[in-house]
RNA sequence: GGCCCCGUCGUCUAGUGGCCUAGGACGCAGCCCUCUCAAGGCUGAGAUCGCGGGUUCGAAUCCCGCCGGGGCUACCA
């Protein structure tokens, strides 16, 4: 019976949840969720300097509202805990002691400086740096203060990537590289395959970045005598529009938190996130999770990276609004609209759901309801057409039906034109240029409202 | 500098020797619908397939060189 598949993504708590680590987390549950596996969510927490625990919440919960939750992690448990690396010190140190025991590592007394000097000086000659082993071959005398480097072995690492095929690397051109840092903390290089090869990780599916660091991680599983992951999968690198990779420095907007205050859903970001660097090969763009879980595939991956474009989500986005129910569509729009009553909200939103791309831009269809415009300068003419709707709308049914009958008999009578009639009405009721259809804009607010606010309008006229 | 990945409309991509006068989507333009804004319908512009050499009857597709972009090369992850 074959292993079942266990996957995981492992961010690190240095700042929001961006892009890629959506990115990464929804090909990992596909995977996952295709063979019947486990994901797994664990902390990469072992910078220091740059780890701030508030931002392992926001993780949480950015993935949780993408839908992307994990089997097991730091917050629910699970067979291998703990699952934050800050918790796992004890293992490495234990692990790396191996490696010196084994004359797999050494202890490096270097100081930054004489390092820094040493990447000069090869620039200098035109070498390609690599660490000279000074520690090794010769150590200075009389310091305490020292790191852990990785003896490397030498020869070729090769492994399979699902997305790029058989990939060897000679690792001659790879330094001895530090694996457990002064401050007895593991870098990134030493605590993740570490961790990979203790969790029983099947596959490791993350972004490109990490392509030339597998054979790095490699080395260090092998040399534990571990079993390697049966596979990795590099997956394309989400660009900026500048076309260098995301960051979360260089690039706040990519914070997933933000996307969902901005009103984007968060199943049409998965779907533009699946769409952004592989294709069905059929011209389907909307997929559900469910169809994604059972048509992806790595072999249709693309080898580059791919600038995110907010027009393509904002366009699938929209989709994703108008293919909602109107009841469920209202209940998504609450949380940005809390100063309308539910039912006006769902009066509203048949007329919304066209017009909206993300979901905060119905405060600016609505937000007329809770603010009183000015009243604006009309000329003669546009008060009589004003006061003739005031006379039409007086009796009428207070729904968008009704009134739109009403306007247009008024309309008729009038001998103008309903751009010339409604255009005044629009910018009386609302301050704006640019609102909903006449009819809703009036059926939404309160009749006596609606109708003191077009005799206001006629009254402020001298 | 070294190693690795990549290079088709502005963007995301289809394409694995003839089906390509290079297809789709977003965006853009025009028209229709229309009280505004959208949505919707129709039409259109937009790519000498990074460049230069080959191989071949025939290349976006194969080979070589070059150029360009990106990633890694940290006591960041």
């Known amino acids: 019976m074959a292993v079942s598949v266990r996957v995981r ?17 929804l090909y990992n549950v596909l995977f996952a969720r295709q063979n019947g596996g486990t994901f797994v969510l664990r902390i990469d927490d072992t910078d220091m300097e740059r780890n701030r625990p508030e931002y392992e919440l926001l993780i949480f919960e950015s993935l ?14 699970g067979p291998f805990e703990p699952y934050r690396q800050s918790e796992r010190l004890d293992i490495y ?66 492994f399979t990537d699902m997305v790029r095929g058989d990939m060897r690397f000679d690792a001659s051109l790879i330094g001895d590289f530090i694996i457990v840092k002064s401050d007895g903390y593991p870098t990134y290089q030493f605590a993740s395959p570490v961790d990979d090869a203790l969790m029983k990780m099947t596959h490791v599916i993350r972004g490109e ?30 660009l900026a529009q500048d076309g260098a990779k995301l960051s979360k420095r260089k690039h706040p907007e990519s914070n997933l938190i933000l996307f969902r205050e901005q009103g984007y859903l968060p199943e049409a970001l998965i779907n533009y996130l699946a769409l952004l660097g592989w294709n069905p090969g059929t011209e389907q763009e909307i997929f ?30 929209g989709e994703y609004i108008r293919n909602l129910s109107d009841r469920e569509l209202a209940l998504r729009l609450r949380p940005f609209v809390p100063n309308v009553d539910e039912q006006t909200l769902e009066r509203a939103v048949p007329a919304l759901k066209t017009r ?55 309309v008729a009578a009038s001998g103008a034109g309903k751009g010339k009639f409604y255009t005044p009405l629009r910018d009386v009721l609302t301050g704006k240029k640019v609102s909903l259809p006449i009819h809703y804009t009036l059926a939404l607010l309160p009749k006596d409202v609606a109708l003191s606010r077009l005799h206001r309008a006629i009254k402020a006229q001298v």
């Open 64 to 77: 949780r509202w993408l839908g992307l939750e994990w089997n097991e992690g730091p917050d629910k448990g």
């Open 356 to 410: 909206m791309h993300k979901l905060t831009q119905a405060i600016d269809y609505l937000n007329y309801l809770w603010t009183d415009p000015a009243p604006p300068a009309l000329d003669s003419a546009t008060i009589e057409r004003v006061r003739s709707a005031i006379d039409a709308l007086q009796d009428v049914e207070w729904a968008p039906g009704a009134i739109e009958a009403a306007l247009e008999s008024a």
């Open 288 to 317: 559900s999770f469910d169809e994604l879980v059972s048509v992806f595939s790595f072999d249709r991956v693309q080898h580059g990276g791919a600038r995110f474009d907010w027009e393509k989500l904002n366009w699938l986005n």
């Open 209 to 238: 970045e990490h392509l030339s660091n597998t054979p790095y991680q490699l080395m260090v599983i092998d040399a534990l005598g571990y079993e390697r992951p049966a596979a990795f999968a590099h997956m394309p690198l989400i």
């Open 93 to 158: 140190k234990e692990e790396a002691a191996r490696l010196l025991k084994d004359g797999n590592a050494y202890r490096c007394f270097c100081t930054p400086e004489e390092l820094e000097a040493e990447r000069k000086q090869a620039q200098l000659e035109k070498r390609p740096y690599v660490y000279s082993r000074r520690c090794l071959t010769d150590p200075p005398e009389g310091r305490t203060v020292f790191a852990v480097r990785f003896k490397v072995p030498g020869g070729e690492v090769a």
């Open 9 to 25: 993504i492992a961010p690190s708590p240095t700042g929001f949840a961006h892009l890629g680590t959506a990115s990464t987390a």
